[in-house]
Antibody
Framework: QLQLLESGPGLVKPSETLSLTCTVS??????????WGWIRQPPGKGLEWIAN???????NYNPSLKSRVSISVDTSKNQFSLRLTSVTAADTAVYYC????????????????WGKGTTVTVSS | QSVLTQPPSASGTPGQRVTISCSGS????????VNWYQQLPGVAPKLLIY???QRPSGVPDRFSGSKSGTSASLAISGLQSEDEADYYC???????????FGGGTKLAVL
């Protein structure tokens, strides 16, 4: 059974860079039609999609975060990672890594496997 | 403000049928399929309905989804106490080139 596990610091200082890694087990990150991505949820608020990546390296980003975000994949380690620069308190959230199924034109696109989430607090 | 619009709350008594609406636009729901996620308190969201009306293995048939034009609905029949959760709709947005979510609906079972 596919499992995703987030790892990274739980506390980041304002203006610094948030870095998280998601390790995929029980399946290959190089599977066709599956995308790997990040979603976050600020305390008491709803879900916000951040970015996704295909094993080939093709990426999509949330336009509201695009200037500060990068996502990368390491197929040899079955991992993918998120970097968010110049963080502020507004970036405090639970960060989930997830697998999504997507058809070629994204007509079908759904998040079918979620990690448990990791809490990241931005504070000095 | 979320791109997709959901009512912030809904409620029902055990055994009742409740529906949750999700309104979007031509670039998201109008062009692509809709998915629903259930988030029980304190845990990660779970895929509940995909591709407008499909249920993943293990999801009871009490849960059903539908879509018409730029709107979608989630229906829960035979409401049970364990259905108390937050429900989110989501879809791919062709203009934003990414996933958009509704703001979530908190369902209370009275």
């Amino acid at each position: 059974q596919l499992q995703l596990l987030e790892s990274g610091p739980g506390l980041v200082k304002p203006s610094e860079t948030l870095s998280l890694t998601c390790t995929v087990s029980g399946g290959s990150i190089s599977s066709s039609n599956y995308y790997w991505g990040w979603i976050r949820q600020p305390p008491g608020k709803g879900l916000e999609w951040i970015a996704n990546i295909y094993y080939s390296g093709s990426t999509n980003y949330n336009p509201s975060l695009k200037s500060r975000v990068s996502i990368s994949v390491d197929t040899s380690k079955n991992q993918f990672s998120l970097r968010l620069t110049s963080v502020t308190a507004a970036d405090t959230a639970v960060y989930y890594c997830a697998r999504s199924y997507g058809s070629n034109n994204y007509y079908y696109y759904y998040i079918d496997v979620w990690g448990k989430g990791t809490t990241v607090t931005v504070s000095s | 403000q979320s791109v997709l619009t959901q009512p912030p709350s809904a409620s029902g008594t055990p055994g009742q049928r409740v529906t949750i609406s999700c309104s979007g636009s031509s670039s998201n729901i109008g062009s692509n399929t809709v998915n629903w996620y259930q988030q029980l308190p304190g845990v990660a969201p779970k895929l509940l309905i995909y591709s407008n009306y499909q249920r993943p293995s293990g999801v009871p048939d009490r849960f059903s989804g539908s879509k018409s034009g730029t709107s979608a609905s989630l229906a829960i029949s035979g409401l049970q106490s364990e259905d108390e959760a937050d429900y989110y709709c989501g879809a791919w947005d062709d203009s934003l080139n990414g996933v958009v979510f509704g703001g979530g609906t908190k369902l209370a079972v009275l």
